[in-house]
């Protein structure tokens, strides 16, 4: 796991981003695309003079729910949703993630087994995650995937 973030204080980032996902966007079928920053490490950002200055430039300040860099991630999320939908794509982000309910994006929640994706509402798919950064060996993983196939398979039943 890595605590290195694309810097959110830098335009340079936003046009490097929308560069790659205007290519990549073509690649991929799908109008979803799972962007992550689920569990983002935001000590970088609070360290960064660029993102502090983003912070003070966009007047996010701690609330008392949210960290100024919580915020910040916030923006970022909505950002890269906007370079999505000028793509044709539609974010997914985790539930109750800052820019999760903005109306661009559908949201996903998930019970450890598997994950359902909801947008305006209604279930519009589901998914399995596996992620591999804590998972030591082809056999660990196996046994994980098998143990999360049973419980897709029924839900999607």
Same mark, same amino acid.
């Given at each position: =796991?890595? @605590?290195?973030?694309?810097? &959110? $204080? *830098?335009?340079?980032?936003?046009?490097?981003? %929308?560069?790659?996902?205007?290519?990549?966007?073509?690649?991929?079928?799908? %109008?979803? =695309?799972? =962007?992550?920053?689920?569990?983002?490490?935001?000590?970088?950002?609070?360290?960064?003079?660029?993102? +502090?200055?983003?912070?003070?430039?966009?007047?996010?300040?701690?609330?008392?729910?949210?960290? &100024?860099? #919580? +915020?910040?991630?916030? !923006?970022? *999320?909505?950002? =890269?949703? /906007?370079?999505?939908?000028?793509?044709?794509? *539609?974010?997914?982000?985790?539930?109750?993630?800052?820019?999760?309910?903005?109306?661009?994006?559908? /949201?996903?929640?998930?019970? $450890?087994? !598997?994950?359902?994706?909801?947008?305006? $509402?209604?279930?519009?798919?589901?998914?399995?995650?596996?992620? /591999? @950064? !804590?998972?030591?060996?082809? #056999? &660990?993983?196996? %046994?994980?995937?098998?143990?999360?196939?049973?419980?897709?398979? %029924?839900?999607?039943?």
């Amino acid at each position: =796991v890595s @605590e290195q973030l694309i810097c &959110a $204080g *830098k335009e340079e980032s936003y046009a490097f981003l %929308e560069s790659v996902i205007s290519e990549v966007a073509g690649l991929f079928p799908s %109008e979803y =695309v799972h =962007v992550g920053f689920r569990d983002c490490l935001l000590g970088e950002w609070e360290k960064c003079p660029d993102c +502090q200055k983003m912070i003070g430039t966009l007047g996010l300040h701690g609330d008392g729910r949210r960290s &100024a860099e #919580e +915020q910040l991630l916030g !923006y970022f *999320k909505a950002r =890269v949703s /906007t370079m999505l939908a000028a793509e044709g794509k *539609k974010a997914v982000f985790c539930s109750g993630t800052p820019a999760a309910d903005d109306g661009r994006a559908a /949201t996903m929640c998930g019970n $450890g087994e !598997y994950t359902e994706i909801h947008e305006d $509402g209604r279930l519009a798919g589901l998914q399995t995650d596996i992620w /591999t @950064e !804590y998972i030591s060996s082809p #056999e &660990a993983l196996e %046994e994980t995937l098998l143990g999360r196939l049973g419980p897709l398979s %029924e839900a999607q039943w």
